[in-house]
């Protein structure tokens, strides 16, 4: 079992930055690659980015592409997600998961990730 706990979030305006965390207990962090997810009222949970148990690989939604930067510190057990240029369509209740790495690299795949954190509220001003 891995335990997955979002914080960060915040009101921000229009042009700002945050930086999210996901602290993991548990099982091995390192034994599992990352992601974070988002959902926005009335939307569908949506694949924002994720990386690889060793923080090699990494991946994101076209939308987020050069704004946001996902990154971990497996002696923290902490996967980062450090946002900028925010933008009001990057509302969203922020969500981490994680999967083993015996499963995939990484994956962009709700339906793959194992372990799910309560998430944390982003609200982006214009």
């Known amino acids: 079992q891995v335990r997955l706990v979002e914080s960060g979030g915040r009101l921000v305006q229009a042009g700002g930055s945050l930086r999210l965390s996901c602290a993991a207990s548990g099982r091995t962090f390192s034994s599992y690659a990352m992601g974070w997810f988002r959902q926005a009222p009335g939307k569908e949970r949506e694949f924002v980015a994720g990386i690889s148990w060793s923080g090699r690989t990494t991946n994101y939604t076209d939308s987020v592409k050069g704004r946001f930067t996902i990154s971990r510190d497996n002696a923290k057990n902490t996967v980062y997600l450090q946002m900028n240029s925010l933008k009001p369509e990057d509302t969203a209740v922020y969500v981490c998961?994680?999967?083993?790495?015996?499963?995939?690299?990484?994956?962009?795949?709700?339906?793959?990730?194992?372990?799910w954190g309560q998430g944390t509220q982003v609200t982006v001003s214009s």
């Open positions: 998961a994680a999967v083993s790495a015996s499963v995939v690299v990484v994956s962009a795949t709700f339906s793959e990730y194992q372990y």
